[in-house]
Each structure stands twice: as structure tokens, then as C-alpha cells.
């Protein structure tokens, strides 16, 4: 069966890298996107609660909708981009 590698537009707001806040446990945290799924994100995080370590090791699954941006990643530029934009332009006289 084929995968859906669609995007959503739930989570097309967020992007690998962001900071977000989400709750665990009625506790606030914040981390860090890692790496995404269908509907839900891998999440990095800290906290000083030995209980919570002990249980999720620094890393959480957490569904799109529960996730609220606080800074968004800087958008790195493509070279391979560039190079497209300078292949489309005509060649000089």
C-alpha cells in the first residue's frame, strides 16, 4: 500500500527545526521539531522532572493540532535554486 506523503494544511504551518509549545502530562513545554509524519511531529524537548525523562527519553510524538508555534526555523535558500533561475535566463550576445 502506498504512502500518503501529502501534507496537511494543519501542518504545512509548521516546518523541521521550528520551536514549538505543546503539554504533556498538564505540564507546558517547549522543544524543538525533528522530524514530521502525516499528522503529527517528532518533538525534542528538556525538562527537570526525572519522572518525565525516565518515561519519554527527551522526545515526544505529538499530533499537529495539539503544537502552537513560538519561533519559526530560518528558511535556508536552495542553491540548487539558484542555478535553476540561471539556467532559465537567456544566454548574452
Given at each position: 500500500m ?7 494544511e494543519?501542518?504545512?504551518k ?6 514549538v ?10 522543544g ?10 517528532l518533538?525534542?524537548f ?5 519522572e ?12 499537529n ?5 513560538i ?5 535556508i535558500?536552495d ?10 535566463k537567456?544566454?548574452?550576445k
Open positions: 502506498a504512502k500518503n506523503t501529502e501534507v496537511s494543519a501542518q504545512s509548521f516546518n523541521v527545526g521550528d520551536e509549545s505543546f503539554k504533556i502530562e498538564k505540564q507546558t513545554f517547549k524543538f521539531i525533528d522530524k514530521s509524519y502525516t499528522n503529527s511531529f518533538i525534542t528538556e525538562s527537570d522532572d526525572p518525565i525523562i525516565d518515561k519519554y527519553h527527551k522526545k515526544v510524538v505529538i499530533n493540532r495539539h503544537l502552537k508555534l519561533k519559526a526555523a530560518p528558511k535558500k542553491p540548487d535554486s539558484d542555478k535553476e533561475d540561471k539556467d532559465d537567456p544566454a548574452k
